[in-house]
């Protein structure tokens, strides 16, 4: 599963190429999202076999990814981009970029996108 979706993430576009570590975490991560959403599928859907086949692999994806960060330790990431950013004097909707442009590369792939925008638009006060 994890093989092949490092192979067709390597033959597509133009032409073949051989992918970098990061790159191949990306897809591993995008691999291990599809199976998390497919375990809660096949749990609404009260098909726990199918859940539980999902978990498994999902834990041997995980494996081979980074850890992820706690709440916590993203918190704190946030906490300190968000002091530095402001420190620069942005305010609204720049100041949301900036903190993202500064949190981004220190979570990639350890943390939940949708986690940590709206965590960044919770510490600056916009939601």
């Known amino acids: 599963m994890a093989l092949t979706a490092v192979t067709n993430e390597e033959v597509s576009g133009k032409e073949a190429?051989?992918?970098t570590d990061d790159e191949v975490l990306t897809v591993l991560g995008r691999e291990a999202k599809k199976r998390k959403e497919a375990a809660t599928a096949y749990?609404?859907?009260q098909r726990p076999e199918l859940a539980a086949?999902?978990?498994e692999e999902l834990g041997v994806l995980e494996?081979?990814?980074p850890a992820s960060l706690s709440e916590a330790e993203v918190q704190t990431i946030i906490a300190e981009a968000v002091a530095q950013v402001q420190a620069g004097g942005a305010t609204g909707g720049a100041a949301l970029g900036?903190?993202?442009?500064v949190v981004q590369p220190q979570v990639k792939g350890r943390a939940d996108g949708g986690f940590v925008a709206a965590a960044v638009k919770t510490a600056l006060g916009m939601g």
Do not use: S, W
């Not at 900036?98 to 442009?101: D, F, I, L, N, S």
């Open 17 to 19: 190429r051989v992918l």
């Open 43 to 45: 749990d609404d859907a």
């Open 53 to 55: 086949k999902e978990r």
């Open 63 to 65: 494996k081979y990814l």
């Open 98 to 101: 900036a903190v993202m442009k």
